[in-house]
């Protein structure tokens, strides 16, 4: 079985389209193994790293999932994929509070994986979350929070609605 998902993995990482995987640090990461097979070595290897900082020492399962970015009628083009790292265990909170370790991996995700165009940490099955985003001069930025109530109106990229 186990020899029947990964090479499942690494097709769909290389694609790129919506898909999620989920393991815990004491679980061998899927995307690892994924990663030798990926034309995307650069950016498999780096979504390794990310997950090992975030959950080296931590009690955190992780979830990854990766999206076409949608609600943002001016997310850059050349950077359609929005890639979220969700969060659950004793600990995750902890780590939404280093804002620093988030902005890191952002920055490494986005020079390793070309299609990103938008990084999300998140609590799971919460509204905590947190995103980090290409901008249009080719710096990174936080994404600022904003109220809820936006009269019909799409968000403006940059801008996220928070519920923490």
């Known amino acids: ?15 790129f389209t919506s898909w999620s995987c989920a393991f815990s640090p004491a679980q061998e990461s899927p995307l690892r193994n994924a990663s030798a097979r990926s034309g995307s070595a650069s950016c498999l ?8 900082d975030i959950t080296q020492g931590r009690s955190i399962e992780m979830r990854l999932s990766f999206a076409n ?22 600990d995750n909170e902890k ?19 070309d299609s990103a ?3 999300t940490f998140a609590v799971a099955n919460s509204g905590y979350v947190f995103s980090y985003g290409v901008m249009k001069d080719g ?7 904003i109220d809820t109530d936006l009269d019909n109106r799409k968000l403006l990229w940059g801008k996220q609605i928070c519920n923490a």
């Open 117 to 119: 165009g938008m990084v």
């Open 45 to 52: 290897s780096t979504l390794v790293n990310a997950t090992t």
């Open 1 to 15: 079985m186990k020899r029947l998902i990964q090479p499942l993995i690494a097709v769909l990482i290389t694609s």
């Open 95 to 113: 780590v939404m509070e280093l804002g620093g370790l988030q902005s890191s991996i952002a920055n490494n995700l986005f020079r390793a994986c």
């Open 139 to 145: 710096s990174v930025k936080a994404f600022e929070c």
């Open 69 to 90: 970015i949608e609600g943002y009628p001016d997310s850059p083009l050349e950077r359609p994929h929005q890639i979220i790292l969700a969060m659950s265990g004793d």
